[in-house]
């Protein structure tokens, strides 16, 4: 699910980025913003980050003594994305193994499907393995799948969600 969220960070700035009209305080402020968001893939608690929307507040800094340069909190908006139990997604599949299907859905790399959550698709084993159901749909590599998530795993040493799905709910498969 994509969400707006609005965040409280601080901001360093260190002390060549300051002038004497404070225009390039501002634009250094951004920046820096810009740049730690950038480089913060998710949280468990809002998701994966992907944009920043708006910047609504910048604080008064303050200067550390040990760099000289100065900390402002400020607080922004964005937008996240956040996998839900029993909330349908899309994703591509990159992986087919006979125990199941690994794909990937926006921003989360780790969807597993295993084989016995999907009803009516069996495994066919070859040098490009894939499942196939009575009505010949095809679920093999880069095929587009509509899923259910079935639970989701917060991983903090990657940063990342792992995410389990199932295809047995009705209208669920290759789109």
């Known amino acids: 699910m994509y969400l707006k969220v609005e965040l409280p960070w601080n901001v360093l700035i260190p002390p060549e980025n300051f002038d004497a009209k404070g ?3 501002q634009r250094a402020i ?3 913003l810009m740049d730690g968001f950038a480089g913060r893939k998710a949280t468990k608690d809002h998701g994966y980050f992907l944009a920043l929307t708006s910047l609504t507040s910048i604080g008064e800094g303050k200067v550390r003594q040990d760099s000289g340069g100065v900390l402002f909190p400020v607080v922004f908006n964005c937008m996240t994305f ?3 139990k029993g909330e349908i997604l ?11 299907i690994f794909l ?11 084989a016995l959550t999907m009803p009516d698709y069996e495994y066919i084993q070859g040098e490009n393995p894939v499942f196939m159901n009575n009505s010949l749909s095809k679920i093999e590599i880069d095929v587009e799948l509509r899923f259910v ?3 989701t795993k917060w991983i903090e040493s990657k940063r990342e969600f792992q995410v389990l799905g199932s295809l ?4 669920l498969g290759p789109v």
């Open 82 to 84: 956040k996998p839900f």
């Open 104 to 114: 990937t859905c926006g921003p989360i790399e780790n969807v597993y499907i295993p």
């Open 30 to 32: 951004i920046v820096r």
């Open 90 to 100: 899309k994703g591509v599949v990159n992986k087919v193994m006979k125990q199941g």
């Open 149 to 151: 998530v079935m639970g």
């Open 168 to 171: 047995k709910i009705d209208f």
């Open 23 to 25: 225009v390039m305080l």
